[in-house]
T-cell receptor, first 113, second 112 residues
């Protein structure tokens, strides 16, 4: 069975701090995809990144970076120099090709000025 | 290209009423799905469809019906609304090439 665990329910930081959101997943398949979504207070789901199981390269996009480690089944997300606009709920998700997305329960990030 | 659209954005129902949440996509995606989002629970799959005429149940299907008569549309029906169905509902479609999921803006449903 597939499962995604986001152990951090809520995180509060002050602007300019770095913050890492943890994501641990379980799957028996060798081919799968991992995702991160952002849900700002307005409620829509914003796609951030997709990573397939054969690509363990870390990725950096501006202040965002992702660390994928198959050895620990983790796909962690780091925001560098956080800003108030980063305040949102962040979801990690997993699927295998042809199946539905399985979401973690989300981490609520609050960034104060 | 509108992506995934959902109507209505907000709805209030009384217990026992029925309604249909509409979902449409214009990307010619075969795979579509419905999720509900509740506080502290993440998004949970209600029903999904892998193509016109084919639907299946997800994690929390009870109280909901779906059908898929066209590639574009995937409506979700509540036959007899219950307060436990108060939630935010998201429709999604998935592209085949990159497995990317596209979500609609959501419908916030309150059942009194």
């Amino acid at each position: 069975a597939q499962k995604v665990t986001q152990a951090q329910t809520e995180i509060s930081v002050v602007e300019k701090e770095d913050v890492t959101l943890d994501c641990v997943y379980e799957t028996r398949d060798t081919t799968y995809y991992l995702f991160w979504y952002k849900q700002p207070p307005s409620g829509e789901l914003v796609f951030l990144i997709r990573r397939n199981s054969f690509d363990e390269q870390n990725e950096i996009s501006g202040r965002y970076s992702w660390n994928f480690q198959k050895s620990t089944s983790s796909f962690n997300f780091t925001i560098t120099a956080s800003q108030v606009v980063d305040s949102a709920v962040y979801f990690c998700a997993l699927n295998q090709a042809g199946t539905a997305l399985i979401f973690g329960k989300g981490t609520t990030l609050s960034v104060s000025s | 290209n509108a992506g995934v659209t959902q109507t209505p954005k907000f709805q209030v129902l009384k217990t026992g009423q029925s309604m249909t949440l509409q979902c449409a996509q214009d990307m010619n995606h075969e795979y579509m799905s419905w999720y509900r989002q509740d506080p502290g629970m993440g998004l949970r799959l209600i029903h999904y469809s892998v193509g016109a005429g084919i639907t299946d149940q997800g994690e929390v299907p009870n109280g909901y019906n779906v059908s898929r008569s066209t590639t574009e549309d995937f409506p979700l029906r509540l036959l007899s609304a219950a307060p436990s169905q108060t939630s935010v509902y998201f429709c999604a479609s998935r592209g085949e090439l990159y497995n990317e999921q596209f979500f609609g803006p959501g419908t916030r449903l309150t059942v009194l």
